[in-house]
């Protein structure tokens, strides 16, 4: 996919968003701050680079769009401090092709991440309102995810199995559920805590087994299952 913006780029949904050089300098800029904060996968930095994150957010923020902070969204959730995203997108590691399923919609500003990463999305969205408005967004702007209305903790078996698994909220514990649905070689990032959180990766070795990689502390949203609005 190819984002060439000018002065603004008009959705296939007939809405339009304005995408000017400030904005484009200020993505610069935040590419810059993660890349200084130890980010360096050259892919995730040009996907930070290339998606408006301004189209995510409430008119309130969009100010503030470029800020390396995490923004208050609908329904009381939160879309990620780009640096979290690019984390997490990191730890990945995804190669073109793979099939990955994310668990947290929300704003649909890490599935776009996934997405110019070359990966086969299906993401789950608890919250209604959040999944409708992010899949025509995405959907508008030339990305094709299979988002669904659900709890995350069920995971998506029917489409199972999967190369990657991405957690985006804060999870009380690493979800058997989810682990059985990755594929041997498998790989989860989720973050695992209850106020801050932990973040992990969890490889799925050749005997199915979890092997787990701790990294640094993030906040997050809680997980939360059986219980979709």
């Known amino acids: 996919m190819n984002f060439q913006f000018s002065e603004s780029f008009n959705f296939a949904t007939d809405m339009t968003i304005i995408d000017n050089f400030k904005h484009q300098g200020l993505r610069r800029k935040l590419v810059d701050e993660i890349a200084a904060k130890g980010i360096n996968d050259k892919a995730v930095l040009a996907a930070i680079g290339k998606i408006p994150r301004h189209a995510f957010m409430d008119n309130a923020f969009i100010e503030f769009a470029y800020a390396d902070k995490a923004f208050p969204i609908d329904a009381g959730q939160t879309i990620s401090q780009p640096y979290t995203v690019a984390f997490q997108s990191q730890l990945l590691g995804i190669s073109k092709g793979e099939k990955v399923l994310e ?127």
């Open 103 to 229: 668990i947290g919609t929300g704003s649909g500003y890490q599935t776009a991440v996934l997405c110019e990463l070359g990966a086969k999305v299906f993401s789950i969205e608890r919250h209604k309102v959040l999944a409708d408005k992010a899949r025509t967004l995405l959907q508008g702007m030339g990305y094709m995810p299979k988002i669904h209305f659900g709890d995350g903790f069920k995971g998506l078996p029917v489409f199972a199995p999967f190369d990657k698994v991405i957690i985006t909220c804060g999870a009380p514990e690493i979800p058997v559920s989810l682990f059985e649905q990755l594929k041997p070689g498998g790989l989860m990032v989720i973050p695992v805590g209850e106020n801050v959180q932990v973040m992990k990766t969890v490889l799925k070795n050749a005997n199915n087994e979890m092997e787990i990689t701790d990294f640094n502390t993030f906040r997050f949203v809680p997980m939360l299952g059986d219980k979709v609005r």
